[in-house]
């Protein structure tokens, strides 16, 4: 079971940039899909983005597009924020799940298809 401890949250104003971080306890993500969820207050856990372990697939929730990007190296996942709003306020957690051989190349965008979660880190973005 690989350990996930995330960084990088702050308090920020609108249209600021923001890199969370998030590294895992073992060595390397080996075949490892990795994702990021947040989560408000009274509200489930939301999908923002996901990427695959070889990297070549990205997915985003429609109100990120063109403003967040996920990247990976071999034990890290790091989300990177640009033009933050308000309604970005969240608590951000990291998740991952290992992936069987025919789908090295998709990632979950699910959270009940993730067994591996970060403790979270806070981000809130003042207008």
């Known amino acids: 079971q690989v350990q996930l401890v995330e960084s990088g949250g702050g308090l920020v104003q609108a249209g600021d940039s923001l890199k969370l971080s998030c590294a895992a306890s073992?060595?390397?993500?080996?075949?490892?899909?990795l994702s990021w969820f947040r989560q408000t207050p009274g509200s489930e856990r939301d999908f923002v983005a996901a990427?695959?372990?070889?990297?070549?697939n990205t997915h985003y929730t429609d109100s990120v597009k063109g403003r967040f990007s996920i990247s990976r190296d071999n034990a890290n996942v790091y989300l990177h924020m640009n033009s933050l709003k308000p309604e970005d306020t969240a608590v951000y957690y990291c998740?991952?799940?290992?992936?069987?051989?025919?789908?090295?190349?998709?990632?979950?965008?699910?959270?009940?298809?993730?067994?591996?979660w970060g403790q979270g880190t806070q981000v809130t973005v003042s207008s």
């Open positions: 990427i695959s372990w070889l990297g070549g």
């Open positions: 073992e060595r390397a993500f080996s075949r490892y899909a």
């Open positions: 998740a991952a799940v290992r992936r069987p051989g025919s789908m090295l190349n998709s990632a979950p965008i699910r959270a009940n298809e993730y067994t591996n």
